[in-house]
C-alpha cells in the first residue's frame, strides 16, 4: 500500500499558536506541515494534501453542526482517498471520533483522528510524531474504521475516552483493547478484522436506504437535540433530576454508581418518580453507564439499581459513546422511541460489548 492520504485540519492544540488570550488555531500551520513533512523522502511516508475546516475550532466549540461538516467532508472525498487523517483537539476528540463511527458506518476508509498535548509549534511536542506516526498507519494500512491515534497507541473511535488533562497519554479505551501499538515496529493486534462489531442487521431498513453517511437531520441552526448527561452524586435530588429533564428530554445518559445503581424508590420516592415518570411510555430514553473508568453496567444485580425506573442498560459504553448514539438515533426521525431503545442497548458498530 502506500496511498494518498487527506488530512483534514478541524482545529486543535496540535496546530495551535500563543495568543494574547492563550493558545488558539493557526491558520497558517497547513502550510507549515508541508514544509516540514513534504521534505522528508521515505518511503514509509505517503504522499499526502491538506485542507482546513473554517472556523479552525479549539475543540471545546465543537457542536454536532461541525460533526455534520466533518462527515461531510469524509463522505466527499472518499473515493478520492482511501485514508484520512482528522486533526482536531482532544478536548471533545472522543465524542467527535464516536460519533463519526456512527455517521460513517459502512464505510470502508481508514479515519483516524489525532491531536497532541502540546502544539507542533513548540520545540519540544507530541504533535509531530502523532501526526506522523498517524500519517504513516493510514498510508500504509489497511484499517476501515473510525480510530483515535495518539501517544503510540491506536484505539477504535466509538470505545476512546480522554483520560489525562495533562500527560501524553492522554487516551485510552478500558473497556476494549487497542487496535494498534507502535513501538520499533507497528503491531495491529493479531486475528483481528476491523468493522468485526459492524450490525447492519440492527439498523433500522428505513436507515439504511441513507447510506453511507447518515446526517444529522436537525435544522442546524435550531441546535434543538434534546440529549444530555447526567452524573450521579450523594444528595441529588428530584427536583435537579426533574429540571434537566425539562422541557422534555428525548434522551438522557446517567453516569450510574458501580454497575448501574442509584437512590431507591424506598429511600428518595421523589427521585424514583422523576425518572419513573420520564421513562413511562417511552417519552424519554435514559440510559445508564458506570461511572467507574472500566467496567459494565449491569442491572440485575442490586436492589439499588435503576431498572425499576425505567432506565436501560448502556453495557460498557464510554460516555461519549452512550451520548454519541443518543445524538445519531434521535435525530433520526425515522426512528421511533421504541426502536431507539432496542438499539441502545445493541452492539451496533463495536461500540458496546453485548451478550449475543
Ligand atoms: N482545548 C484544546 C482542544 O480541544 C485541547 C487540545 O487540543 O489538546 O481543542
Redesign the pocket.
Known amino acids: 500500500m502506500n496511498s494518498k492520504v487527506l488530512i483534514i485540519y478541524t482545529?486543535?492544540?496540535?496546530g495551535?499558536i500563543p495568543s494574547e488570550k492563550g493558545?488558539i488555531?493557526d491558520p497558517d500551520f497547513p502550510k507549515k506541515i508541508i514544509k516540514d513533512l513534504g521534505q522528508i523522502k521515505d518511503e514509509q511516508i505517503p504522499p499526502f494534501d491538506i485542507i482546513s475546516m473554517s472556523p479552525l475550532?479549539?475543540?471545546?466549540n465543537m457542536t454536532p453542526a461541525d460533526w455534520n461538516k466533518i462527515a461531510k467532508v469524509i463522505d466527499k472525498n472518499k473515493n478520492n482517498y482511501q485514508g484520512m487523517i482528522v486533526l482536531?483537539?482532544?478536548?471533545?476528540?472522543a465524542y467527535t471520533a464516536s460519533v463519526l463511527g456512527f455517521m460513517l458506518q459502512g464505510l470502508n476508509n481508514s479515519i483516524i483522528l489525532t491531536?497532541?498535548?502540546i502544539p507542533y509549534s513548540q520545540v519540544r511536542n507530541d504533535a509531530r510524531d502523532n501526526l506522523l506516526t498517524s500519517l504513516i498507519i493510514c498510508g500504509n494500512y489497511d484499517i476501515p474504521e473510525v480510530s483515535v491515534y495518539f501517544n503510540n497507541k491506536l484505539f477504535r473511535g466509538c470505545r476512546s475516552t480522554k483520560i489525562d488533562a495533562t500527560r501524553f497519554g492522554?487516551f485510552d479505551s478500558p473497556n476494549y483493547p487497542v487496535l494498534a501499538e507502535v513501538g520499533v515496529n507497528i503491531g495491529l493486534r493479531k486475528k483481528r478484522s476491523f468493522n468485526i462489531d459492524l450490525r447492519e442487521d440492527l439498523i433500522n431498513d428505513k436507515l439504511k436506504k441513507q447510506a453511507p453517511v447518515y446526517y444529522f437531520e436537525q435544522d442546524e441552526d435550531e441546535r434543538d437535540y434534546e440529549v444530555g448527561v447526567l452524573r450521579l452524586f450523594p444528595g441529588i435530588s428530584a427536583d435537579f433530576v426533574y429540571h434537566i429533564l425539562q422541557p422534555k428530554l428525548k434522551g438522557l445518559v446517567i453516569e450510574a454508581y458501580g454497575v448501574g445503581n442509584g437512590p431507591t424508590k424506598e429511600k428518595n420516592p421523589e427521585f424514583f418518580k422523576v425518572l419513573s415518570e420520564a421513562t413511562k411510555n417511552d417519552d424519554t430514553v435514559i440510559v445508564a453507564v458506570t461511572q467507574c473508568l472500566r467496567g459494565e453496567v449491569i442491572l440485575d444485580e442490586y436492589a439499588t439499581s435503576l431498572k425499576s425506573a425505567g432506565v436501560i442498560s448502556g453495557h460498557d459504553m464510554t460516555v461519549e459513546a452512550a451520548l454519541a448514539k443518543l445524538y445519531y438515533l434521535i435525530s433520526k426521525e425515522k426512528l421511533n422511541m421504541k426502536e431507539v431503545k432496542k438499539l441502545m442497548q445493541k452492539n451496533c458498530i463495536g461500540e458496546l460489548t453485548d451478550d449475543e
Open positions: 482545529g486543535g492544540t496540535i495551535m493558545f488555531p475550532l479549539d475543540s471545546s482536531h483537539g482532544t478536548d471533545t476528540m491531536g497532541s498535548q492522554a
